[in-house]
């Protein structure tokens, strides 16, 4: 008998408290924000002088110039989400019930749904809000499977026959024959484009784990029937951390820079994903044989590393088939659902991980959606994929400088640095908050180290794209291949990672005044141009 029958001790019961305005900024946060920006404002004029020193205010001034354009680029989504937010979304809103009060309705709700070896609890639970999902729209339902595990299969069958056999709700269960997710995908749009689907139906692609909040699917319908030219739009998400404190802390600060971003990139009528934890799309596209191709077998030609397929990312592959297509995709930010995370064994190593398999999908997307260049779709879209791979090194350069002239110059220049990150990050989560179920004091610091190994897994992942690891889908494995030729690659991409690094902390040195560039006359010398002193 599978443990999954025996005990769970998994409780995931939704998420209902989120207070809003005094009951988020209670007089204790404010206190406790205050006191932060006092201590700091001591910490800033205590170690003052070693800004402005002769020997490193120019330091300074690179540090804050860098500075000046990152957090300029962060107000600005924080401005763009704001105005999504505040204004576009709710006229789109209100227009959308207006349809939905009218009397308009779809066809039939199509849910593709992919599940392995989830616990028992969660996948009744992932069911039961599927089930309320069709039952309050009132229209027909369709549950495609696409299934690794019978135990999956005969818990979903069972909870539909005992708990909604008067819900008007079809189970279509499609065993996939090989292992992977983008196969079982495939699998299941290949069953679908041979049923009853048809172009202008709505298909719900969602996670195992993924738990849908009341209406979250009901706040999507309508702007499909709003806006003709919707043919995709993924929505808001909360995590369920089942593990550490300090990761459900990571976590929740990381869906909060999710929200803001999205609905900054979202008024340009685009994203940067479409999440596979939920997101809703125009079947017309879905059934095509070229996008089910690019899901089942999506892949990259890299010159070091070969023809490669994609392990994990069919997110990011649905996306680019969107985007490569001039689709409009919209961010639904009331359309909620709940990730639910299970933390087993090291929380490090599966943040690491994380960090890996996300840094891996968007720099294996990023580089093919840049060349489709700026014409094919909004030139703010556009420069926000250009900034992704522009950030990860540009994060690194202020560390870069503060330990350089800390070592060179002034040994308490790192002190200083310090109390500047504690500011600026405190800073840039005063937006987090606006976006974040409670004021936490720990995400100023969450969210530096959030960036600073966030940019390092993305410049080690960015010379080993082959490199793959999916930790919480039977730990499957990609690019970890043997022989002579797979070492003659590693020693490649261990050169070309220790290359760009020291060309960082050279450039990054000799941009500041760190250090001196070498003289025309040095640079003969060692290129062995220099004629021959004549002996006396």
């Not at 840039?428 to 897994?457: C, H, M, T």
Request: charged share 20%.
């Amino acid at each position: 008998m599978d443990s999954r029958e025996i005990t769970n001790p998994y409780d995931v019961d939704e998420i209902t408290h989120r207070p809003r305005g005094w009951a988020k900024w209670t007089p204790f946060s404010i206190f406790q924000i205050t006191l932060y920006f006092g201590l700091c404002f001591i910490g800033l004029t205590t170690f003052e002088n070693v800004f402005f020193s002769p020997a490193t205010r120019e330091i300074t001034f690179v540090i804050g110039l860098l500075g000046i354009w990152r957090y300029g680029w962060w107000f600005t989504h924080a401005v763009r989400a704001w105005i999504y937010g505040r204004f576009v979304y709710p006229s789109m809103r209100d227009a959308g019930r207006k349809v939905w009060d009218d009397g308009w309705r779809p066809r039939h709700l199509h849910f593709m749904m992919t599940t392995y070896k989830e616990h028992r609890d969660i996948t009744e639970k992932v069911i039961r809000s599927i089930c309320r999902e069709i039952r309050d729209a009132g229209v027909p339902g369709t549950i495609w499977l696409g299934s690794g595990d019978r135990f999956d299969e005969e818990l979903i069958s069972e909870l539909l026959e005992r708990e909604w056999s008067d819900l008007d709700v079809t189970l279509h269960i499609v065993r996939q024959n090989q292992p992977g997710k983008r196969l079982a995908i495939g699998l299941v749009l290949r069953a679908m484009s041979r049923g009853d689907v048809q172009a202008d139906d709505l298909i719900i692609f969602m996670d195992g784990d993924f738990i849908l909040a009341k209406n979250a699917v009901g706040a999507c319908l309508p702007l499909f029937k709003l806006y003709p030219d919707l043919q995709a739009c993924t929505t808001d998400e909360e995590v369920l951390c089942i593990g550490p404190r300090w990761i459900a802390n990571w976590l929740t600060m990381r869906f909060a820079q999710r929200r803001l971003a999205m609905q900054s990139h979202s008024l340009s009528g685009r994203v940067l994903t479409l999440t596979g934890r939920m997101s809703v799309f125009r079947a017309n596209h879905l059934l095509k044989l070229k996008f089910i191709r690019l899901l089942e077998a999506d892949h990259l030609e890299h010159w070091l590393w070969g023809k490669f397929r994609f392990l994990s990312g069919d997110d990011k592959s649905t996306w680019y088939y969107m985007l490569q297509s001039g689709c409009r995709m919209l961010y639904v930010p009331d359309a909620m659902g709940y990730t639910v995370e299970v933390i087993e064994g090291s929380g490090m190593d599966r943040m690491v991980q994380n960090f890996r398999r996300w840094s891996g999908n968007m720099l294996r997307n990023g580089a093919r959606a840049l060349a489709l260049g700026p014409h094919r779709m909004p030139f703010f879209i556009w420069w926000c994929l250009l900034d992704q791979r522009v950030s990860m090194w540009t994060m690194l350069v202020s560390p870069v400088l503060a330990i350089c002239t800390s070592v060179l110059y002034d040994p308490y220049y790192i002190f200083g640095y310090v109390v500047f990150i504690c500011i600026t990050r405190m800073l840039l989560s005063l937006f987090l908050y606006g976006y974040a179920r409670k004021v936490d004091l720990s995400y100023p610091f969450i969210l530096y180290f959030n960036q600073l190994i966030n940019a390092s897994v993305k410049v080690y992942c960015i010379f080993r794209l082959s490199k793959q690891r999916w930790s919480n889908r039977g730990d499957q494995r990609a690019g970890e291949g043997d022989g002579l030729i797979a070492r003659l690659q590693n020693l490649m991409a261990s050169y070309l990672t220790v290359l760009y690094v020291t060309m960082l902390f050279v450039g990054v040195c000799l941009m500041a005044g760190l250090i001196d560039p070498p003289s025309s006359g040095m640079v003969t010398n060692v290129l062995g141009f220099s004629s021959p002193q004549p002996m006396s």
